[in-house]
Each structure stands twice: as structure tokens, then as C-alpha cells.
């Protein structure tokens, strides 16, 4: 059992981790000398800003924007940092495009990938278990329509799993998904009130229940159970009625997360018992290297009275 209950948390990015702190946030990096270099990341949080989003039930949505945020920051400077040695030199048009257009470019592929991201997110959690559903219930009659939100869910779940099994493939996947099994291994050392070496991280699970994977099925499970009231037979409208409810889904789902961090009885093994076994997708086994990047990524971020940062 966990001697601290931390709020401390990270993630993992192109060879580095990214730890999240009370006070402050850290990413550490590794170039292909072994060279550990770390970088203070930071932005502004909303929760900071409006002390009313720090709510129960409010906090959840609003927590995710702000990781996602410095998420996606730090994701950036990881990759320039990966690719700094190796980028080319840029084109004409290239060039032309930076000197009209400054950041203004990047700004708008970002944004335009954003764009597109959530629309293929809807697409594929949304708009097709509905369709197919609807295709099953053409073929079986309404019998069946009873359950429609299991059928969606698992449907979800399914599309998840197989996008992770299909990514993780990929050597640059698999090595980020090993500096993840570093990021929790190192986290759990701290929990458990142990000195930050290599040797005591090793030691540790790799699967934690506040895991970010953790989060996205609790989101999937509650949301079987709250889309189930809704009774519009229209596609579209089933879709809008969910999107309008998921800010409550990530609530609740946030705050269940939440407990399973701080309790540990039956109740919350067995909440959090779906995302240990999806976990086995995102988190692998890491290296000592990958751990002493963890260490250099947690070290600066720790409070010096562990109270502070309670979760």
C-alpha cells in the first residue's frame, strides 16, 4: 500500500518524460549520447485563474484541458528536440511562408490538426457504434434496442484498444510507451517513501490507478450508463445529446479517478481494475536509462513538505 498519496503525475514524450508538480512542471530529455538534459514547461492553468473550476464535478473537465495543454507544449518540444540534429534544411517556399507569415503558420497547422483530430474522434466514437448499432437493429429488429449503450461502449472500447495494439507497432510508440511504464515506476517509488534510484524504481508496478489510460476508460464505462436514458432514435441527435453531456462524464469520471487515488478497498479495485488491464497496452517495461530520465524528471518537482502536494 502506498505510504503518500501524491497529486504528482506525468506523461510520456519522444524520448522523455514530462512530470507534473504542485509547484511547478519539469520535462526531461535524453539525446543519443545519454545525455539527460531537463526544461521547465509551463502554462497558464485555468483552474489557477478561476479557483471555482477546482470544484467537484467541475474540476475534471477543466483538469484535462489544462493537461492537454501543457501536454501538447511539451510534446512539441520534445520533438524538436529529437529532430533538432537531423532537420533539414528548410525550402524556398518554406522560407517564404516564415518570413509572410512568421508563426502565424504553425499556429494554423496546429490548429487545423486539432480541428481534424476531434472530428475524427467524434467520427469514431460517436457517429459509428450509432450507425452500426442501427445497422444491427435493421437486421434484428428492436428487440435488441435496449441495448444500444453497452453495444456502443464496448464498441468504443474496441476501437481503443485496437488504435493502441495498431500504434504501438511502431519502434518511436513502443519506446514512449516504455518511458511511460518509467514514468509510473518512479511516481510509485515516491509513493512508497523510497530513496529515487535506479535500483528502487525498477522494483516498482508499472500499472497506476491514476494513470491517464485509467481515465479514458472510466470516461467509456460511465458514459454506458448516463447515454442509456437517452431516447432519441436520431443519429444526429443522439450525437449532439452526447457531446453535450460529456463534460458531466468527464467529471464523474475525474472524481472516481480521484477516489481510486486516494482509497484502496474493493470498491475501487474493482473500478479501476479496467484500466489496469488496458494498461498492459500503454505501459511497458523500461530501461535503466529510460528510469534515471524519470528520476532527472521528478527530482526538481517534488514539494519539500509532502503534504503539499496531496492529491
Not at 526544461?39 to 484541458?65: H, N, Q, W
Not at 495543454?69 to 520534445?78: E, H, Y
Not at 533538432?84 to 518570413?99: R, Y
Amino acid at each position: 500500500m502506498a505510504k503518500r498519496v501524491t497529486s504528482i503525475g506525468g506523461q510520456a514524450l519522444l524520448e522523455g518524460i514530462l512530470m507534473v508538480g504542485p509547484k511547478k512542471n519539469v520535462a526531461a530529455f535524453c539525446d543519443e549520447a545519454g545525455n539527460i538534459t531537463t526544461e521547465e514547461v509551463s502554462t497558464p492553468s485555468l483552474r489557477e485563474k478561476y479557483p471555482i473550476l477546482k470544484k467537484p464535478f467541475i474540476r475534471g473537465v477543466f483538469s484535462m484541458v489544462d493537461t492537454l495543454r501543457l501536454g501538447m507544449k511539451a510534446l512539441t518540444l520534445s520533438a524538436d528536440k529529437v529532430g533538432g540534429e537531423e532537420e533539414e534544411e528548410p525550402s524556398k517556399f518554406e522560407k517564404w511562408l516564415e518570413k509572410k507569415f512568421g508563426d502565424k503558420v504553425m499556429n494554423a497547422v496546429v490548429a487545423v490538426g486539432g480541428v481534424l483530430g476531434v472530428a475524427l474522434a467524434v467520427l469514431l466514437f460517436f457517429f459509428l457504434p450509432a450507425v452500426l448499432f442501427n445497422g444491427l437493429m435493421m437486421l434484428t429488429g428492436d428487440g435488441i434496442s435496449g441495448w444500444r449503450s453497452v453495444f456502443e461502449g464496448l464498441l468504443r472500447i474496441v476501437i481503443f484498444v485496437l488504435y493502441i495494439v495498431v500504434i504501438s507497432k511502431m519502434p518511436e510508440i513502443d519506446r514512449t510507451f516504455r518511458y511511460h511504464g518509467a514514468e509510473h515506476k518512479t511516481i510509485f517509488c515516491y509513493e512508497n517513501d523510497l530513496p529515487l534510484t535506479v535500483e528502487n524504481v525498477r522494483k516498482q508496478k508499472r500499472f497506476h490507478p491514476r494513470c491517464g489510460t485509467s481515465f479514458l476508460i472510466l470516461v467509456v464505462i460511465v458514459s454506458v450508463f448516463l447515454y442509456s436514458v437517452l431516447p432519441w432514435g436520431s443519429i444526429g441527435l443522439r450525437v449532439l445529446f452526447k457531446l453535450l453531456l460529456l463534460p458531466l462524464v468527464m467529471g464523474i469520471s475525474y472524481e472516481l479517478l480521484k477516489w481510486c487515488g486516494r482509497s484502496d478497498n474493493i470498491a475501487t479495485r474493482i473500478i479501476r481494475q479496467p484500466g489496469i488491464w488496458v494498461q498492459h497496452l500503454t505501459v511497458f517495461e523500461p530501461d535503466d536509462s529510460m528510469i534515471e530520465v524519470a528520476i532527472a524528471a521528478v527530482t526538481p518537482v517534488l514539494p519539500e513538505d509532502p503534504e503539499d502536494g496531496r492529491w
